[in-house]
């Protein structure tokens, strides 16, 4: 059964310039990404000379998001200690969660409530949907000024502003 399992992940994965192709970027930077260890094949490793390595859709997941990293100018380096931290701390892979960059750092979002700064140790950074702040807001105008039965030009009715 394994060996079933083993043939239809092969049949489903990507050849290494194939894997290069679709993610956009040469095989001599998928391969440089590999040997650092920084998205490696995970169906089929390298196994010495004449080895062909085959990637998951997964891990093509994963190298899009180094490359989009890389566009955004982060080094490779920032890169690495992103991806590093993420495997070591967050138990997750990076693909299940929101990552984004200012171009110096990276930081990740597993809720609307919390950003990690992925190159600072897991600092949490603090962070709010503003949605729920308009829906706080006008809770709380709504106590304290009762909204009166209010329509606009065409008669329906419409949202009280309050002046002043």
């Known amino acids: 059964m394994a060996d079933a399992t083993e043939s239809q992940a092969i049949k489903e994965s990507f050849g290494g ?3 290069a192709k679709v993610v956009g970027i040469s095989y001599r930077q998928l391969d440089h990404w590999a040997r650092k260890g920084l ?6 490793p390298a196994r010495g000379s004449g080895s062909q390595r085959r990637y ?31 495997r070591e701390h967050l138990n997750e ?3 299940e969660l929101r990552i984004f960059s200012d ?21 949490v950074v603090f962070g709010f949907a503003l949605g729920r702040v308009f829906e706080e807001l006008d809770g709380s105008i709504a106590e304290l000024h009762p909204p009166a039965s209010v329509t606009d030009v065409l008669g329906e009715p419409g949202r009280r502003v309050v002046q002043g």
């Open 93 to 95: 892979h990076a693909t």
């Open 103 to 123: 171009g110096t750092n990276v930081y990740a979002c597993r809720s609307n409530d919390e950003v990690i700064d992925l190159l600072d140790s897991g600092q």
């Open 39 to 44: 998205v490696t094949p995970s169906v089929t």
């Open 17 to 19: 310039p194939e894997t």
């Open 56 to 86: 998951s859709y997964q891990d093509l997941l994963e190298l899009k998001v180094v490359k989009r990293l890389r566009d955004a100018g982060l080094s490779l380096q920032r890169i690495e200690r992103a991806f590093r931290y993420i």
